[in-house]
Protein backbone atom coordinates (compact mmCIF):
# COMPACT_ATOMS: atom_id res chain seq x y z
CA UNK A 1 0.00 0.00 0.00
CA UNK A 2 1.55 3.04 -0.99
CA UNK A 3 0.79 6.35 1.17
CA UNK A 4 1.11 9.97 0.93
CA UNK A 5 4.34 11.36 0.49
CA UNK A 6 5.76 13.45 3.72
CA UNK A 7 4.83 16.62 1.64
CA UNK A 8 1.46 15.44 0.93
CA UNK A 9 1.02 14.11 4.34
CA UNK A 10 2.29 17.49 6.15
CA UNK A 11 -0.37 19.48 3.89
CA UNK A 12 -3.57 17.56 5.06
CA UNK A 13 -2.71 17.84 8.39
CA UNK A 14 -2.14 21.50 8.48
CA UNK A 15 -5.65 21.59 5.94
CA UNK A 16 -7.63 19.37 8.89
CA UNK A 17 -6.30 21.53 12.06
CA UNK A 18 -7.03 24.66 10.01
CA UNK A 19 -10.66 23.47 8.57
CA UNK A 20 -11.60 22.35 12.29
CA UNK A 21 -10.29 25.22 14.14
CA UNK A 22 -12.89 26.92 11.90
CA UNK A 23 -15.51 24.72 12.55
CA UNK A 24 -14.70 25.72 16.04
CA UNK A 25 -15.09 29.15 15.26
CA UNK A 26 -18.32 29.12 13.56
CA UNK A 27 -19.92 27.00 15.83
CA UNK A 28 -18.72 29.34 18.96
CA UNK A 29 -20.13 32.29 16.69
CA UNK A 30 -23.76 30.93 15.83
CA UNK A 31 -23.92 29.83 19.69
CA UNK A 32 -23.68 33.49 20.37
CA UNK A 33 -25.40 34.80 17.37
CA UNK A 34 -27.98 33.29 15.59
CA UNK A 35 -27.79 34.68 12.44
CA UNK A 36 -24.00 36.02 10.97
CA UNK A 37 -23.37 38.23 8.71
CA UNK A 38 -22.25 35.87 6.34
CA UNK A 39 -25.58 34.12 6.35
CA UNK A 40 -26.84 37.32 5.14
CA UNK A 41 -24.53 37.71 2.37
CA UNK A 42 -25.07 33.86 1.70
CA UNK A 43 -28.83 34.34 0.88
CA UNK A 44 -28.39 37.57 -0.79
CA UNK A 45 -26.07 35.47 -3.38
CA UNK A 46 -28.18 33.14 -3.56
CA UNK A 47 -31.57 35.11 -4.29
CA UNK A 48 -29.39 37.70 -7.10
CA UNK A 49 -30.99 37.75 -10.16
CA UNK A 50 -29.17 38.60 -13.57
CA UNK A 51 -30.95 41.51 -15.09
CA UNK A 52 -34.46 39.60 -14.04
CA UNK A 53 -34.10 36.05 -14.07
CA UNK A 54 -32.56 34.84 -11.06
CA UNK A 55 -28.84 33.10 -10.56
CA UNK A 56 -30.30 30.14 -8.82
CA UNK A 57 -33.75 29.18 -10.01
CA UNK A 58 -35.78 26.70 -7.78
CA UNK A 59 -35.46 23.60 -10.30
CA UNK A 60 -31.88 24.05 -10.20
CA UNK A 61 -31.46 24.03 -6.24
CA UNK A 62 -33.52 21.10 -6.06
CA UNK A 63 -31.55 19.01 -8.57
CA UNK A 64 -28.59 20.10 -6.49
CA UNK A 65 -29.95 19.05 -3.16
CA UNK A 66 -30.38 15.85 -4.48
CA UNK A 67 -27.21 15.20 -5.03
CA UNK A 68 -26.03 15.70 -0.76
CA UNK A 69 -28.65 13.20 -0.06
CA UNK A 70 -27.95 9.71 2.02
CA UNK A 71 -28.57 7.33 -0.75
CA UNK A 72 -26.36 9.27 -3.61
CA UNK A 73 -24.07 10.39 -1.04
CA UNK A 74 -23.50 5.93 -0.39
CA UNK A 75 -23.43 5.50 -3.83
CA UNK A 76 -21.21 7.71 -4.84
CA UNK A 77 -18.72 5.95 -2.09
CA UNK A 78 -19.32 2.44 -3.69
CA UNK A 79 -18.42 4.09 -7.13
CA UNK A 80 -15.16 5.43 -5.26
CA UNK A 81 -14.42 2.44 -3.84
CA UNK A 82 -14.96 0.25 -7.10
CA UNK A 83 -12.96 2.52 -9.00
CA UNK A 84 -10.25 2.58 -6.02
CA UNK A 85 -10.65 -1.48 -6.66
CA UNK A 86 -9.48 -1.30 -10.12
CA UNK A 87 -6.75 0.99 -10.07
CA UNK A 88 -5.46 -1.39 -7.16
CA UNK A 89 -5.62 1.34 -4.88
CA UNK A 90 -5.95 0.42 -1.31
CA UNK A 91 -5.37 3.17 0.49
CA UNK A 92 -8.09 5.08 -1.40
CA UNK A 93 -10.48 2.23 -0.28
CA UNK A 94 -9.48 2.51 3.30
CA UNK A 95 -9.92 6.44 3.31
CA UNK A 96 -13.45 6.22 1.53
CA UNK A 97 -14.91 3.59 3.82
CA UNK A 98 -13.06 4.97 7.05
CA UNK A 99 -13.97 9.13 5.83
CA UNK A 100 -17.38 8.56 4.56
CA UNK A 101 -18.78 7.44 7.88
CA UNK A 102 -16.74 9.74 10.03
CA UNK A 103 -18.22 12.81 8.51
CA UNK A 104 -21.58 12.24 8.61
CA UNK A 105 -20.64 10.67 12.64
CA UNK A 106 -19.00 14.42 12.75
CA UNK A 107 -21.80 16.12 11.27
CA UNK A 108 -25.05 14.81 12.81
CA UNK A 109 -24.08 12.79 16.12
CA UNK A 110 -21.39 15.17 16.87
CA UNK A 111 -21.54 18.76 15.03
CA UNK A 112 -25.44 19.37 15.68
CA UNK A 113 -26.54 18.18 19.06
CA UNK A 114 -23.39 20.02 20.34
CA UNK A 115 -24.47 23.40 18.60
CA UNK A 116 -28.25 23.44 18.69
CA UNK A 117 -29.01 25.16 16.04
CA UNK A 118 -32.62 24.93 15.57
CA UNK A 119 -33.83 25.34 11.77
CA UNK A 120 -37.44 24.31 11.14
CA UNK A 121 -38.19 20.42 12.65
CA UNK A 122 -34.52 19.99 13.29
CA UNK A 123 -31.05 21.04 13.43
CA UNK A 124 -28.74 22.59 10.91
CA UNK A 125 -25.79 23.48 12.37
CA UNK A 126 -23.66 21.64 10.07
CA UNK A 127 -25.44 20.81 6.64
CA UNK A 128 -24.97 16.98 6.36
CA UNK A 129 -25.79 17.51 2.63
CA UNK A 130 -22.63 19.59 2.13
CA UNK A 131 -20.89 17.77 4.36
CA UNK A 132 -22.00 14.85 1.89
CA UNK A 133 -20.85 16.44 -1.62
CA UNK A 134 -17.65 17.75 0.16
CA UNK A 135 -16.78 14.60 1.40
CA UNK A 136 -17.10 13.08 -2.48
CA UNK A 137 -15.83 15.83 -3.77
CA UNK A 138 -12.42 15.84 -2.28
CA UNK A 139 -12.13 11.72 -2.77
CA UNK A 140 -12.57 12.26 -5.95
CA UNK A 141 -9.59 15.18 -5.85
CA UNK A 142 -7.27 12.51 -3.16
CA UNK A 143 -7.69 10.13 -6.42
CA UNK A 144 -6.49 12.18 -8.73
CA UNK A 145 -3.94 13.50 -6.95
CA UNK A 146 -2.33 10.02 -6.52
CA UNK A 147 -3.05 8.92 -9.76
CA UNK A 148 -1.90 11.77 -11.67
CA UNK A 149 -0.47 14.36 -9.45
CA UNK A 150 -1.48 18.13 -10.65
CA UNK A 151 -2.69 17.24 -13.85
CA UNK A 152 -5.13 14.81 -11.72
CA UNK A 153 -5.92 17.37 -9.64
CA UNK A 154 -6.81 19.71 -12.72
CA UNK A 155 -8.93 17.39 -14.27
CA UNK A 156 -11.33 17.16 -11.14
CA UNK A 157 -11.12 20.87 -10.08
CA UNK A 158 -14.43 21.59 -11.82
CA UNK A 159 -16.17 19.27 -9.10
CA UNK A 160 -15.34 21.52 -6.69
CA UNK A 161 -17.32 24.31 -7.36
CA UNK A 162 -20.73 21.32 -6.34
CA UNK A 163 -19.57 22.48 -3.39
CA UNK A 164 -20.70 26.23 -3.14
CA UNK A 165 -23.48 25.44 -5.91
CA UNK A 166 -24.79 22.65 -2.75
CA UNK A 167 -24.30 25.57 -0.12
CA UNK A 168 -26.28 28.24 -2.15
CA UNK A 169 -28.88 25.85 -2.97
CA UNK A 170 -29.75 24.81 0.52
CA UNK A 171 -30.14 28.35 1.32
CA UNK A 172 -32.61 29.21 -1.94
CA UNK A 173 -34.71 26.52 -0.33
CA UNK A 174 -34.90 27.94 2.81
CA UNK A 175 -33.35 24.35 4.36
CA UNK A 176 -29.84 25.65 5.42
CA UNK A 177 -28.45 29.31 6.53
CA UNK A 178 -25.04 30.18 4.83
CA UNK A 179 -22.81 29.56 7.74
CA UNK A 180 -24.20 25.68 8.00
CA UNK A 181 -23.03 24.92 4.57
CA UNK A 182 -19.80 26.87 5.23
CA UNK A 183 -19.32 24.32 8.27
CA UNK A 184 -20.63 21.51 6.08
CA UNK A 185 -18.03 21.70 3.74
CA UNK A 186 -15.27 21.95 5.70
CA UNK A 187 -16.37 18.93 8.12
CA UNK A 188 -16.42 16.72 4.81
CA UNK A 189 -13.03 17.94 2.78
CA UNK A 190 -11.61 17.86 6.63
CA UNK A 191 -12.44 14.08 7.39
CA UNK A 192 -10.66 12.83 3.91
CA UNK A 193 -7.90 14.82 4.43
CA UNK A 194 -7.49 13.69 8.35
CA UNK A 195 -7.97 10.11 7.34
CA UNK A 196 -5.84 10.39 4.98
CA UNK A 197 -3.02 11.62 7.05
CA UNK A 198 -3.81 8.93 9.52
CA UNK A 199 -3.75 6.08 7.16
CA UNK A 200 -0.59 7.64 5.57
CA UNK A 201 1.38 7.97 8.90
CA UNK A 202 0.26 4.20 9.89
CA UNK A 203 1.36 2.97 6.94
CA UNK A 204 4.66 4.94 7.11
CA UNK A 205 5.21 4.07 10.65
CA UNK A 206 4.46 0.19 10.06
CA UNK A 207 7.21 0.32 7.10
CA UNK A 208 10.03 1.61 9.05
CA UNK A 209 9.29 -0.60 12.37
CA UNK A 210 8.51 -3.90 10.32
CA UNK A 211 10.77 -6.63 10.60
CA UNK A 212 13.21 -6.76 7.89
CA UNK A 213 11.89 -10.42 7.34
CA UNK A 214 8.03 -9.11 6.61
CA UNK A 215 9.25 -7.24 4.26
CA UNK A 216 9.33 -7.13 0.33
CA UNK A 217 13.00 -7.22 -0.06
CA UNK A 218 13.69 -8.83 3.46
CA UNK A 219 11.74 -11.95 1.61
CA UNK A 220 13.44 -11.78 -1.48
CA UNK A 221 17.13 -11.78 0.71
CA UNK A 222 15.81 -15.08 2.45
CA UNK A 223 14.98 -16.63 -0.72
CA UNK A 224 17.70 -15.47 -2.33
CA UNK A 225 19.92 -17.57 0.58
CA UNK A 226 17.87 -20.96 1.25
CA UNK A 227 18.57 -20.72 -3.00
CA UNK A 228 21.64 -20.42 -2.47
CA UNK A 229 22.14 -23.62 0.06
CA UNK A 230 20.27 -25.68 -2.36
CA UNK A 231 22.64 -24.70 -5.09
CA UNK A 232 25.18 -25.51 -3.30
Known amino acids: MKPLGARARHCSLGLTVTFAAAVVGLAMAVRRSSQLWIDTEGHRVAYAHLFVAPILPMAVADGVVVLGSTEVFVLCLVWIVIAALILEDRFLVIVTVLAGPL ?26 HTTAIATSVTLVALAGYRHSRGRGLRIVSPAALLVPLMGLSLVRLHDHLFSDTIAGGLVGCGAVLGVAWIVSSVVSAAGRTMPPSRTALGQFLRFYEETDIIVR
Open 103 to 128: ALIATEVIGKPLVARREGNGLGFPSG
